[in-house]
C-alpha cells in the first residue's frame, strides 16, 4: 500500500480534541473544494474539515504523497519535508517545516502516520498525530515545534473516475499565536494546497 502523507497547511494545523459543541459550518469555497469548521470543547481553535473531489486513478495520487522530495512544489509555504522512520507498510514518522511570514518563527513538527485500506471496500483511510519525543529530529533554535497535532483522510475511488476526498484536522501551531487570529487564517492554506494538489496530479497523470 502507498504511503499517504499529511497534506501540511500554513496555519491551520488541528487535533481531534473532545466532543465538537457546534455542527460543521461552511467557512470557504472555490470549485468544488470547501471547508468548514467548527468549535470543540478542548480548545477556541476551531476543527477544521475539507471536502473535494480531485480527478485520477487512487493509486497516483497515494504515488503522488508518497512523494515526500516533490511537496515544497505543491504543499502551501513548506520548505522541507523527508521520511525520518519507516516503521511498516503503511506506518512510518515524517519531518515537516513551514515558513511562517514575517515576523513569525517558522514551525516544524513530526509526525507519525498510519495508512490502512477498510476492509469490504474500496475505500484508503489514514490516521495521523504529532510525534513529541526529541529522538527522530532535535528541536531547532528559532522555530516553533507543533506538538499538538491530530488529523484524518479518507479517500473513496469514484466510478466516475473521481476521487472523494474527506480530510479532518485540528491542531494548535503554539508559539504567541492568539486563537483568534488562527481561526481568521484557517481557510487560506487549505484552498492553496488543494488546488496546487490538484495541478500537480493532472501535471504528472492527467495528460
Known amino acids: 500500500m502507498k ?10 494545523m488541528f ?6 459543541t457546534a455542527a460543521w ?13 467548527r468549535t470543540t470543547t478542548k480548545s477556541d481553535i476551531k476543527e477544521v474539515r475539507i471536502t473535494t473531489q480531485i480527478e485520477g486513478d487512487l493509486d497516483d495520487l497515494l504515488t503522488l504523497l508518497d512523494d515526500v522530495a516533490s511537496f ?6 513548506c520548505t522541507e519535508s523527508k521520511v525520518l522512520k519507516t516503521v511498516a507498510e503503511g506506518e512510518y514518522y515524517y519531518y515537516n517545516l513551514t515558513d511562517f511570514p514575517f515576523p513569525l518563527s517558522d514551525r516544524d513538527m513530526v509526525i507519525h502516520s498510519k495508512t490502512w485500506k477498510v476492509p469490504g471496500s474500496n475505500m484508503v483511510k489514514t490516521h495521523s498525530k504529532a510525534y513529541t519525543k526529541d529522538d527522530l529530529y532535535k528541536e531547532q533554535a528559532g522555530i516553533v515545534r507543533i506538538k499538538i497535532l491530530e488529523y484524518s483522510w479518507t ?12 480530510y479532518e484536522i485540528f491542531s494548535d501551531p503554539g508559539g ?14 487549505p484552498m492553496e494546497t488543494m488546488l496546487h494538489l490538484k495541478k500537480e496530479m493532472n501535471r504528472r497523470y492527467n495528460k
Do not use: E, H
Open 176 to 189: 504567541a499565536l492568539p486563537s483568534w487570529v488562527i481561526n481568521m487564517a484557517v481557510s487560506k492554506g
Open 15 to 20: 487535533f481531534f480534541g473532545g466532543t465538537p
Open 3 to 12: 504511503q499517504i502523507f499529511f497534506l501540511q497547511f500554513l496555519l491551520p
Open 72 to 77: 515544497k512544489s505543491w504543499l502551501y509555504r
Open 25 to 37: 459550518k461552511l467557512k470557504s469555497q472555490k470549485g468544488n473544494i470547501k471547508i468548514y469548521t
Open 155 to 166: 479517500f473513496t475511488p469514484l466510478d466516475n473516475g473521481m476521487i472523494d476526498i474527506d
